[in-house]
């Protein structure tokens, strides 16, 4: 009877890891899909694409890093006692090392030449010590197609590189600047990412969200990290959610 129990209780761990499977592969194929038959993104319409030069000027990449480091230095000052200890119960992890910015929303605004521009963050921290090495950043960083560039991040520009002509979203250093010191990469180490969308963006928010959620989805498994919200703990269903409600206003 208890050969039994155990065979039941295996065969409903496959048909479980076999439903998310399929559910998971099924997300990315529908994702896939709602890409490459985006207009822009048709391969057929590439010498059709259209930019809003208004749009395209007041969208303030070098604005957005700026304030997300300014947040970087806030929670620093705002980071107590309590707020660590309390941060150690809930996860178990040592936050000393991770500065999170105190944001009470999923979305921050930054208001430039009064266009409302929206910055969605998205955090991978590492799960253990030691922390995220500059070669294995490196090798992720090239496995995602992310391209090293302005103000010493890493950006993303869509399949092939070739479809939008601003980033869709971009990867900072959890570390005040937020910058990489790409001469000095194998002498590099960092215990957080951190992911950033400035929106509007050149193809729908909703669509530009899922591209850097799975992003970060894909880097966290290859650097053994997770992802967090903007209030430092798990990102959960609910959180996302929330920040996918905010993207499909773009």
Known sequence: MSE???????????????????????QKRNLRSRVENYPSFSKDNISNIRINPKKERNIDISGALATF????????????????????????LETDGHDFPEIDHESV???????????????????????????????AMESADMQFGEMKIFHYYGPDK????????????????GNFDIESMDRFSTDGLALF???????????AFEIMLDTAHNLAYLL???????????????????????????
């Open 224 to 250: 053994g990290g997770e992802l967090r919200g903007s209030d430092r703990k798990i990102l959960d269903a609910e959180k996302l959610n929330k920040m996918r409600e905010i993207a499909s206003r773009y």
């Open 4 to 26: 039994l129990r155990w065979i039941l209780l295996g065969l409903g761990v496959l048909v479980i890891a076999a439903i998310y499977f399929w559910e998971s592969t099924k």
């Open 109 to 139: 605004s930054l208001q430039n030449k009064n266009i409302m521009q929206e910055i969605m963050v998205i955090y991978i921290t590492a799960t253990s010590s030691p922390a995220f090495k500059g070669p294995d950043i490196l090798h």
């Open 197 to 207: 969308m400035c929106l509007p963006a050149e193809i729908g928010g909703d669509i």
């Open 162 to 177: 070739k479809y939008t002509t601003r980033a869709l979203f971009n990867i900072a250093n959890i570390h005040d600047p």
């Open 69 to 92: 480091n300014a947040y970087l230095k806030q929670s620093r000052q705002s980071f107590s006692a309590a707020d660590i200890k309390t941060h150690k119960a809930d996860t178990g």
